[in-house]
Nanobody, 121 residues
Framework: QVQLVESGGGSVQSGGSLRLSCAAS????????MGWFRQTPGKEREGVAV???????AYTDSVKGRFTISQDLAKNTVYLQMNRLKPEDTAMYYC???????????????WGEGTLVTSSS
């Protein structure tokens, strides 16, 4: 099993920045991909950004140029730097890890409990 713990959520004004962190523990050797997903009430969960163990990344179109995903393999930690936040970025953000594949549509094996990000206009 793999445990994921997110941190760094909060409330900012539109245009502000936040940095999310996700620390993995447990059988981390099995992880191939880590990523961030978000969800608002009444909407389906959306893939925001993913990164594989080779450093290849993918982003949903709405965050390209504003969000950056990165990782520290030695610390088993993935980060999401969010700049120029917009009100529509407000959501619960979940960290996820997968053992096979690396896509924005899900297919992850392990999930964190989430951290709330609020961007107000």
């Amino acid at each position: 099993q793999v445990q994921l713990v997110e941190s760094g959520g909060g409330s900012v004004q539109s245009g502000g920045s936040l940095r999310l962190s996700c620390a993995a523990s447990g059988y981390t050797y099995s992880i191939y991909c880590m990523g961030w997903f978000r969800q608002t009430p009444g909407k389906e969960r959306e893939g925001v950004a993913v990164i594989d163990s080779n450093g290849s990344t993918a982003y949903t179109d709405s965050v390209k140029g504003r969000f950056t995903i990165s990782q520290d393999l030695a610390k088993n930690t993935v980060y999401l730097q969010m700049n120029r936040l917009k009100p529509e970025d407000t959501a619960m953000y979940y960290c996820a890890a997968g053992r096979r594949g690396c896509g924005l549509r899900g297919g992850m094996d392990f999930w964190g409990e989430g951290t709330l990000v609020t961007s107000s206009s």
